[in-house]
């Protein structure tokens, strides 16, 4: 029986429209990146035998106190007296890099002095930062290197915290955002930070 061309556009149109209709895209949530705020208090654990090592390395701390207190003269021993470490890589060993906190006092300086260590390409060690501030805070981001809120000093104005994010191959300051415990207010973001981040001194 031969078929008119009528009967087989009917045919098509009736498939077409029986076809169960196609599944729903479900949209699928995207959750925000929460960052984990890490407050830094007063303890003084024992420190890390890889940093320890790695501290000796970079003739910032010996083992043994060669000049008994009297450690801007000396090295000073690697203890927990005059060190403490924090890894600003969170899930990586002390070994792929971390920060040093000196006391106040330290090798002549009357006030805390941050390092950040990172290892190079050729197995050794090098300092991409060195501030004199102490760190207030760390907090992780979603390029797996924490932003550091750190505590300077100013004679004039008092404790004022900067963040500070990394960026390529060391930290840079980015933001003011508190001054003596308070919040720096949005309405006078751009001026603070244009005050201290243009004249920032406290360290590279």
């Known amino acids: 029986m031969k078929r008119s061309p009528q009967f087989c556009f009917l045919l098509v149109v009736f498939l077409a429209c029986s076809a169960p209709p196609a599944e729903p895209k479900e949209d699928v949530a995207i959750t925000p990146f929460k960052p984990e705020i890490f407050i830094i208090n007063d303890d003084q654990p024992a420190l890390d035998i890889a940093a320890i090592r ?8 010996s083992r043994t106190d060669t000049i ?8 000073a021993p690697c203890d927990a007296r005059y060190f403490r470490v924090f890894k600003y890589l969170p899930g990586k060993e002390y070994s792929e890099g971390f920060i040093i906190e000196m006391v106040p006092g330290l090798y002549g300086v009357p006030v805390h002095q941050l390092m950040v260590v990172k290892a190079n390409l050729g197995g050794g ?3 991409a930062n060195q501030y ?17 809120l750190i505590g300077y000093r100013d004679l004039d104005v008092g404790l004022v915290a900067i963040r500070h994010e ?3 191959e060391k930290y840079e300051p980015v933001d003011v955002e508190e ?3 308070h919040f720096v207010k949005p309405e006078m ?16």
């Open 68 to 75: 008994p207190g009297d450690t801007s003269l000396a090295y």
């Open 125 to 127: 060690y090098l300092i």
């Open 54 to 61: 790695v501290m000796e390395q970079l003739k910032i701390c």
């Open 179 to 181: 001054i003596n415990d």
């Open 132 to 148: 004199l501030g102490m760190l207030m805070e760390m907090r992780t981001t979603e390029s797996g290197t924490n932003d550091l």
């Open 166 to 168: 990394w960026q390529g």
């Open 189 to 204: 973001k751009d001026s603070i930070n244009k005050i201290f981040l243009e004249a920032f001194n406290a360290g590279n």
